[in-house]
Each structure stands twice: as structure tokens, then as C-alpha cells.
């Protein structure tokens, strides 16, 4: 069965595995993407590339318009636009807090109610939304971020609270340290110390986030409601 899916900050990282994932399933994708121009294989994936900044709710509804338009109202939403300013509270601008926090909370906020309104008619839809480790963990320098990914926690199970009863399912998925753009950022020192706290000793892989985006918007998922999986080879166990 093809659905409609919609995933926030496509164009690249784990948002790219995860629009790779639902594409080679037979659904139908939209992406979208802030800056830049998308990759050239999103094309011949047959995935739709909608430009929307997460942070102007004016682009939000034209993006929801356009995906509707050529593929009918979104039926799995993913969440996955995110962004990090690091520094120590002690130097932190106000500015550079509520920029994480409008992006990964607000942001998610904007495009969750924007597709609530549809699956609330159709009966049925799957929101996922990817978080952290870090919104368990804390992480020296990522206050804001850490901020931003718990809050996302919160928001989900309240939000599963309310949808549950029209077979709407909201999980959380809380990724570990994965190899894309934001991570290659770190130095070699950083890396050394974050790889000697992870049980499985690697970097995760975008496609890792993929497989469990996809579980949790599946058939199979359809008792799960208000879950964070942990998809972070084992550094945020117990938390
Ligand atoms: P990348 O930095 O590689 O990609 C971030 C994506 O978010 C880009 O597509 C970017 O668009 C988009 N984006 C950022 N700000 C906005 C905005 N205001 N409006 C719309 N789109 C925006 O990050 P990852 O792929 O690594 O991360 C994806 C998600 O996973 C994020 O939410 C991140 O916090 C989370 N995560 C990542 C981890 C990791 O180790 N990599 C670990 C835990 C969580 P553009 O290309 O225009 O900048």
C-alpha cells in the first residue's frame, strides 16, 4: 500500500536515509529541504522536494499545500529537521537558545499540526519524531539542544495521548552518535572520547534511524504509542 509520507529536512543526513527507506517500501515521499538545492537522486527516487524552513509557519502550510496537491494528505509524518548551536550556558546567547529551540520544537510543532488535521479525518497516520540521546543523557555544551530533544519527549506522548483513540500512533525515535554532517563537525578527540562510551564501538548509520522510522510507521507498529527507541548502540542505556 503506498502512503503518503512526509520528512522534514530531507535533502541530506538521516533524513535522506529515512526518504530513501520509505521510496524503496513503494510510498510515496515529499521531502523538504531549507537551503541548497536537493539531490539529484531524490528525482529519480520519484520523491518530491518541497523548499520550507521549518521556523516561518507561512512556508509550513505552502509546503502541506504543495505535498497534498500532488500526493493526497500526509498519512506518515516524520520530524526530522534539526539543528545545533553548542556553547556553554556561561556564553550561550538568548538568541542562540531560542534558534535550536524554534527549529527542533516549535519547527516540530508547526508541521505535527499542520498533518494532525488530516489524520484526525482520515482516522489513521503515524508521527515519528527524532530526538537524542542527549535528551536523556545532557551533554556538556548542548543545553539548548538537549532542551529542544526533550521537549520533543513531552510533546510526543501528549500528542499520542490526544490521537490515540483515532488510531494515530506518535513515537519518538533517539538516535546515538550517527555519521552525517552534524557529527563529521567533531575533532578527532571528541570523537575518541563519545566512541569509548558506545558498547558497539561505531558510529551509527543514517540507514539505522531509516530501519526503525520505518518499523514505527508500519503495520506491525500498530500497538506501539508514546515509545522512544533508542537507536544509539547502547550509549544511552538505562536512561
Ligand atoms: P544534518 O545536519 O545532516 O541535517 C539536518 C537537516 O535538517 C538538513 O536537511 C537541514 O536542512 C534541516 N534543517 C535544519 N534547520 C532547518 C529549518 N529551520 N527548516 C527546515 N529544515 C531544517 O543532521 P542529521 O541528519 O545528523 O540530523 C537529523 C536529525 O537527527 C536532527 O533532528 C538531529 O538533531 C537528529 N540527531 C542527529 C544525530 C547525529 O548524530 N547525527 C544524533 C541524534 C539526533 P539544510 O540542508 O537546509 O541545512
Do not use: W
Not at 47 to 54: I, M, R
Not at 103 to 122: D, E, H, I, P, Y
Not at 185 to 193: C, G, H, K, P
Not at 207 to 227: H, Q
Amino acid at each position: 500500500m503506498s502512503r503518503s509520507v512526509l520528512v522534514t529536512g530531507g535533502n541530506r543526513g538521516i533524513g535522506l536515509a529515512i526518504a530513501r527507506a520509505f521510496a524503496d517500501s513503494g510510498d510515496q515521499v515529499a521531502i523538504t529541504y531549507r537551503s541548497g538545492e536537493p539531490p539529484a537522486e531524490l528525482t529519480a527516487l520519484g520523491v518530491l522536494a518541497v523548499k520550507c524552513d521549518v521556523t516561518d509557519a507561512e512556508q509550513v502550510e505552502q509546503a502541506y499545500k504543495e505535498v497534498e496537491q500532488a500526493h493526497g494528505p500526509v498519512e506518515v509524518l516524520v520530524a526530522n529537521a534539526g539543528v545545533t548551536r553548542d556553547q556553554l550556558v556561561m556564553r550561550m546567547t538568548e538568541e542562540d537558545f531560542s534558534a535550536v529551540l524554534d527549529t527542533n520544537l516549535t519547527g516540530t510543532f508547526r508541521v505535527v499540526k499542520r498533518a494532525s488535521r488530516g489524520m484526525l479525518r482520515a482516522r489513521k497516520g503515524r508521527v515519528v519524531l527524532i530526538s537524542s540521546v542527549v535528551a536523556m543523557l545532557g551533554s556538556a555544551g548542548q543545553s539548548n539542544y538537549a532542551a529542544s530533544k526533550a521537549g520533543l519527549i513531552g510533546f510526543a506522548r501528549s500528542l499520542a495521548r490526544e490521537l490515540a483513540s483515532r488510531n494515530i500512533t506518535v513515537n519518538v525515535v533517539a538516535p546515538g552518535i550517527i555519521d552525517t554532517d552534524m557529527t563529521r563537525v567533531l575533532s578527532d578527540d571528541q570523537r575518541a572520547a563519545i566512541m569509548g562510551q558506545v558498547p558497539m564501538a561505531r558510529y551509527g548509520l543514517p540507514e539505522d534511524i531509516a530501519a526503525s522510522v520505518r518499523f514505527l510507521s508500519s503495520d506491525d507498529a500498530a500497538y506501539i504509542t508514546g515509545a522512544v527507541i533508542p537507536v544509539d548502540g547502547g550509549l544511552g542505556m538505562g536512561h
